[in-house]
Structures are given as C-alpha cells and as structure tokens.
C-alpha cells in the first residue's frame, strides 16, 4: 500500500511539471525593455526643445494615446521628457493624442499638424513623437513662413523615407533624434553591444542638415 501512494504521488508530480512545461513553452514572454535607451530618447527631445523655447514659449507634444493601445517604450520616454521639462522650471503647455495601433506605422495627419502650426506662435516649440510634419505643398504655401520650432523623433525606416534636408530648410524641422543606419550601428556593435542611445541614435539640427552627408535622410 505505502508502494503504491508513492507510484501515486511520483505520477501526480511528473503530472504537474509536464503541465508547467506545456504552458511555458506556448507562452510568448515580452522582450526586455531597455529603460535606459528610452528614457535618453526622452532626455534628448527635451533638450532639444528647450533650446529652441523662446521667452513665454509653450511646448506642445504630439504623441500616442498609450491608454487605447499599450506602449510601455513611449510611456518611459514621456516620463522622462516630462521630468527634464521639469527640472528646466518649464511646463508642457499641452499634449495632443493620437489614437494610433504601435504595430503600424503613423504619422500626424497633415490637416491637424498644418492648424497646429498654423496657431502656434515664433516662441513655441511643437515636439512631435510621430516624426516631422509632411504637409502638400498647398498647405505649405498658405502657411508662408513657419512661425513655431519644431522639434521631432524619427524612429525606425522613417528617415529612408524622408528627405530631413528639405524639412530643415523650409523651417518644417528644427531638430530631430533619428535613427542611425545600420551600417553604422553595425561598427559601433563591434567595439560594445548596441544598447547605447549614442550607437543606435542621433541629433540632427538645422546646421547638421546643410553640412551632413552621412546622416540618414540627408542624402545629397
């Protein structure tokens, strides 16, 4: 009989670990979040648009709603853009959401951002987490000269996409913090792993785009 409980017992054991096992191995786990890079993401948008701020300036942040659609990265980044605003002894004037899915990519429809432009004022600065604005040509004509700094993050393929150097001088873009190529995260990777905002990112200002021929998106 004490046999027996025991074969019991041995069986209901291998039962439940093979169970574990089963669930473990169908469950697909959350890769890490590096913090660290995106708070740096953060960090640098908000410098940027503090050197940008003119006196009585407001900043407008242009970015996801993370409510609808969970984005842990983008949570980080705008507590850390919102903390170094704060040490500044500035403030975020506003903050408009876009109702966007994460694993598509988005941008700011080019009405919203023209009127947002178009009411902000030379002292401002608009910081866009969507990339810089992408407006027809019609809409760049009625708006005539562009009053507001605009500051952007370009994230991913975006660049290859965008030709930066023609933003920069139709006052459209007045900083950005894009992607680098892969090329050059490549290199970086062979001296230490790439988890460095430095090896995967970069700042770009307007002088950058007049004198850079390796940046992404400022090709000749």
């Known amino acids: 009989m004490r046999n027996r409980r025991s074969i019991d017992t041995i069986a209901i054991l291998s039962a439940a670990a093979a169970l574990v096992v089963m669930v473990l191995s169908s469950c ?13 993401i953060g ?19 242009i970015t996801r ?20 605003v704060r040490r500044a002894g500035r ?17 700011v429809p080019a009405g919203d951002f023209f009127e947002l432009i ?3 004022a030379p002292q401002h600065v608009i910081v866009s987490l969507f990339g810089p604005p992408l407006l027809t040509e019609e809409q760049r004509n009625k708006l005539g000269g562009v009053k507001p700094k605009i500051v952007a993050f370009c994230s991913g393929r975006l ?3 965008i030709d930066l150097r023609q933003l920069f001088n139709i006052g459209l873009l007045h900083a950005a ?10 290199s970086a ?30 090709a000749q």
Do not use: C, W
Not at 28 to 40: G, M, Q
Not at 96 to 103: E, G, R, T
């Open 91 to 107: 403030t975020i004037a506003s903050t408009q959401l876009v109702q966007a899915d994460p694993l598509r990519p988005a941008d």
């Open 43 to 61: 960090k640098a948008l908000a410098k940027e648009a503090l050197s940008l701020l003119g006196a009585g300036g407001q900043i407008t942040v």
């Open 159 to 161: 660049v290859e996409n």
């Open 189 to 218: 990777a062979s001296r230490n792993p790439p988890n460095a905002f430095d090896q995967l990112y970069q700042t770009i200002k307007a002088p950058d785009a007049s004198t850079s021929q390796a940046s992404p998106g400022l």
């Open 177 to 186: 913090v894009v992607s680098r190529q892969a090329s050059s995260i490549t």
């Open 65 to 84: 709603d993370t409510v609808t659609f969970r984005q842990p990265t983008l949570d980080i980044l705008m507590k850390s853009f919102q903390r170094e």
């Open 28 to 40: 697909e786990f959350a890769p890490r979040i590096d913090r660290r890079l995106h708070a740096e």
């Open 118 to 120: 178009r009411r902000s």
